[in-house]
């Protein structure tokens, strides 16, 4: 059974960038499949900030596109995240979302990410 | 890209049913039937319940279904359970090709 676990820094300084892995475990992604982060805080509520693909396509919500880096690691079945010049604002909950078809039918416990000043 | 709008909060009892609104515009919920709706319990992950409008991954109870009207989708839980209690958001890809979610529905079985 397939499972996603985000990991990485639960705090972050403010400027600095955010990285955030998402290990696949108990199998490996299809052909079709992607990879997205999702955060979730208090304030806005739950935002998609991107997506990648096995194949190295990524995208990325125009929000946060200047600041938004993916990639995906089928080797070692890792997706990352990186957030660079982190503000309070980018405190929040960071899900990990397996997804096909414009829908995600798989998501990591999540991992909270405070960025302290 | 605006958050689609949900109501904050709604409340039945057992055995009755709900329907939680999502409301976008014509860019999002009123251009694609991708409109999609996640279940959230308190510390959980969240969970698939309804895709593409209203069909149901396997393993979801036939007591949710989805539907839609113009700019406007609907979650509708039957036979409210108690272990229905909990946070539902809904989201939609959008004509940006970016995908946007609903504020969030809490839902307390009474």
């Known amino acids: 059974q397939v499972q996603l676990q985000e990991s990485g820094p639960g705090l972050v300084k403010f400027s600095a960038t955010l990285s955030l892995t998402c290990t696949v475990s108990?199998?490996?992604?299809?052909?079709?499949?992607?990879l997205s982060w999702v955060r979730q805080s208090p304030g806005k509520g739950l935002e998609w900030i991107g997506e990648?693909?096995?194949?190295?396509?990524?995208n990325y919500n125009p929000s946060l596109k200047s600041r938004v880096t993916t990639s995906v690691d089928k080797s070692n079945n890792q997706f990352s995240l990186n957030l660079r010049s982190v503000t309070a604002a980018d405190t929040a909950m960071y899900y990990c979302a397996r997804g096909s078809d414009y829908v995600w039918d798989l998501w990591g416990p999540g991992i909270v990410v405070t960025v302290s000043s | 890209q605006s958050a689609l709008t949900q109501p904050a909060s709604v409340s039945a009892s057992p055995g009755q049913s709900i329907t939680i609104s999502c409301t976008g515009t014509s860019s999002d919920v009123g251009s694609y039937n991708l409109v999609s709706w996640y279940q959230q319990h308190p510390g959980k992950a969240l969970k698939l319940m309804i895709y593409d409008v209203s069909n149901r991954p396997s393993g979801v109870s036939n007591r949710f279904s989805g539907s839609k009207s113009g700019n406007t989708a609907s979650l509708t839980v039957s036979g409210l359970q108690a272990e229905d209690e909990a946070d539902y958001y809904c989201?939609?890809?959008?004509?940006?090709?970016?995908?946007?979610f609903g504020t969030g529905t809490k839902v307390t079985v009474l």
């Open positions: 989201c939609s890809y959008t004509t940006n090709s970016i995908y946007v």
């Open positions: 990648g693909h096995y194949s190295g396509t990524t």
């Open positions: 108990g199998g490996s992604l299809n052909n079709n499949e992607w």
